[in-house]
């Protein structure tokens, strides 16, 4: 078993970064990205369907903000400037324009194209040594930022070595948040990972180079596809962690007892798991032992006995999100369920957020620590979870042992109260593993 994963990073960030260029510049200063998609053609049409494209009008980062974070800024000077952070990055025309705070999704601003080709091509550099917070200089023009030299095009085509780096990723990818806590570094797990010391970089992984045409007549075989796959994608999250199921005996009887061990293995994702917005991601390994006539008994994990493991273990008693219902005005609001629909026992692999009040929290903004307990899984690290199972003595055999990791973007108690579609919160299979205990 590999060890775990030591990420090097300050408990505190020292200041918040806040990028001189809000309101530098006029949404003219901008080409829409259906002008680039005239040429561009396969690579707009990528674009168009991923998550840049959508960073803004997406319905869980449209209620995160207009119901959650832009109301608390405006009424909590402390965290007043997340009005025009969180736009920094989710919809960085309104950010650049003084468009703030943007009309929302349903009014069809500019706000709406999201991270466009106008945004990552116009980027030249940063402000900061190690990139967060939106510390991004931005130089609209006629010349385009690159990721190839020597490159003719109507509009000019200037080689950016920034444009290709992870610290480009960076500046929107790691965040602080007003409390000094980190709230996103996936760029900095990342750094800190055996695939930073190799040489794999952010692009590698998440835009990918094959065939393709860059522009209509324009064929390269290793063309830069502008998909940008992450966790919201299935396909993506398949198979990221390797799991095994192994028994410590293959015969029971009922009554018996049976040590089963998990092995979880971060084979694929080169940062940790869940990564970016960690405080409302959902990473959980389910258990469940299944007899011959289908009937089904889900066992708890074992506890470890490490500080901060209560978090990481599903307990249907255990509320939590409380700060939502008072930005949403609610008196007396006791939260939500914090696990959501897992079931009791389960391993969770997460890392909690706490607000100023000691309370576990989705609202990054509001994070004021989150060092108790970091149980997520780490780029190539082995997890490994031991379960006691005593075979029931209604149990007709063969029994299976099955194993399964899912993912969901939020919780789903969290997606309930606030009334998102279920696609946002419902469970994705990353991975099952199963084995079979024959009766005497």
Sequence with gaps: MRGFLVLLLPLFLTVPVFSAEMGKFKYKDFKKPEQCGRCHKQIYQEWKSSLMAKSFVHRWDDVEYFRLALPHALKFSKVAGVKGGCIACHAPLAFLTGDIPPKSPSEGTRANEGVSCEICHNIVGTTEKVPYNFSYIIKPGRVKQGSRKNVRAPHGVKYSEFLRSPEFCATCHDEGSPYGAWVKSTYREWKESPYAKEGVRCQDCHMGYGPGYVTKRKFRKDMAHHTFHGAHSKAKLAGAVDLGVYPD????????????????????????????????????L??????????????????????????????PNAYAYQAMGEILGIKNFRGVKRDGDVPKGARIFRRPFFDPKGRMTICQWYTKDNTLVDYRIGPRETKV???????PKDAIGPIRIEAKLYYALVPSSVGKFLELPETEYEPVLVNSASAVLSTK
């Design 249 to 284: 005996k293959d015969r029971v009887v009922p009554g018996e007892k049976v040590k089963i061990t998990v092995t979880l293995f971060n084979q694929k994702v080169g940062h940790y798991i869940p990564s970016g917005s960690a405080e409302e991601r959902m990473l959980w």
């Design 385 to 391: 979870e031991t379960y006691t199972f005593r075979v």
């Design 286 to 315: 389910e258990v469940w032992a299944v007899d011959a006539t289908g009937k089904r008994w889900h066992i708890p994990v074992d506890k470890k006995g490490f500080k901060g493991e209560e978090y990481t273990i599903a307990d």
